[in-house]
């Protein structure tokens, strides 16, 4: 049975607040792990693995430590979320086959998610700069233990204007946006594809754009699992290159960083905190489709209400 794949338009707010809706639910999820992902990825000889890094966190900083960096993405999550879902959804109808019956094939779906991605890193870059910063300050702002302490930065507004103030928008701000982009364009075509294709299968020949929230969820967990076998590695490169002191150099630098990080310490850097990342994306991103889609069809909802009254 051949699913809708021509959902009636959305109004921009809609997709704004049901991307914040879903981001939120994301960030509140998923930021203890992914602090655990990121200081693993950038300190490889300061923790033996995740479990040691999550011990010495809790030891050394407190609880909330995991949740350091969180105010960054929290912020920017609606307007990135929706310009995703936006990217992605406008994508898609400009490839609707001319049969209105007919679906979207996977590889389809895997091309609107990765120009998605790509134009999401518009957004996801500085929200991300900002919070692996934040993630890779050790210690704490107040009392003696400061003193000892990398930090550098009080929140996240005055790591944006330190970084504007030394190296100026592009190199400050936007540092390691195309590395973001390298990421976002495999990532988000796994995601959605993967996404998509759990969706038609636990559905069983039926409807799925109706799944129950419980399959709903497995369908996102197993999209978010998609998103990082495809990209990974990048995702090491582009912490490694928005948190060293000091701009990349030349065109090529995405190039360069895996060079320079294969030659010192091998392969296996490539994939160093992978394991923390797919058990955080699979209630972090069943919990981001399944808060968006049951936003997207309440708003469905209200709007059938609001037509059946204004036809009366």
């Excluded at 020949?205 to 998103?227: C, E, H, K, Q, T």
């Excluded at 797919?278 to 069943?286: D, E, K, N, V």
Aim: aromatic letters at 10%.
């Amino acid at each position: 049975m051949a699913e809708s794949i021509a959902p009636p338009a959305k109004n921009g707010w809609q997709d704004f607040v049901a991307g914040s809706f879903a981001g939120m639910a994301q960030v509140t999820i998923g930021q203890p792990l992914d602090t655990i992902k990121v200081r693993v990825q950038l300190e490889s000889s300061r923790f033996k693995g995740p479990m040691d890094c999550l011990t010495q966190t809790l030891r050394n900083e407190g609880f909330l430590a995991l949740y350091k960096g969180m105010a960054s993405p929290l912020i920017g999550i609606g307007a990135v979320n929706a310009l995703l879902f936006a990217a992605y959804s406008r994508l898609k109808s400009i490839q609707i086959p001319k049969n209105i019956n007919g679906q979207l094939g996977l590889h389809q779906i895997a091309i609107a998610g990765a120009g998605a991605g790509a134009v999401n890193s518009i957004l996801a870059s500085p929200v991300e700069l900002l919070k692996i910063r934040m993630q890779a300050q050790y210690g704490s702002t107040k009392g003696a233990s400061a003193a000892i302490s990398n930090i550098h930065y009080t929140g996240p507004i005055d790591c944006a204007r330190q970084l504007i103030h030394e190296h100026g928008i592009r190199n400050g701000l936007f540092r390691g946006f195309w590395s973001t982009v390298c990421r976002e364009i495999p990532g988000y075509a796994g995601f959605y594809s993967g996404f998509e294709f759990a969706k038609r299968k636990l559905a069983f020949g039926g409807n799925s754009d109706n799944l129950p929230v419980s399959r709903l969820m497995l369908a996102g967990a197993f999209g978010g699992v998609s998103y990082w076998i495809c990209c990974y590695p990048f995702d090491v490169i582009k912490s490694q290159i928005q948190n060293q002191p000091d701009p990349p150099k030349g065109i090529f630098y995405v190039l360069t960083t895996i060079k320079k990080l294969y030659e010192t310490e091998g392969l296996r850097a490539l994939t160093r905190g992978i394991t923390p990342t797919i058990i955080r994306s699979l209630p972090a991103a069943g919990a981001t489709f399944t808060v968006y889609e049951l936003s997207m069809r309440l708003f469905d909802r209200l709007d059938g209400r609001l037509d059946s009254e204004t036809i009366k």
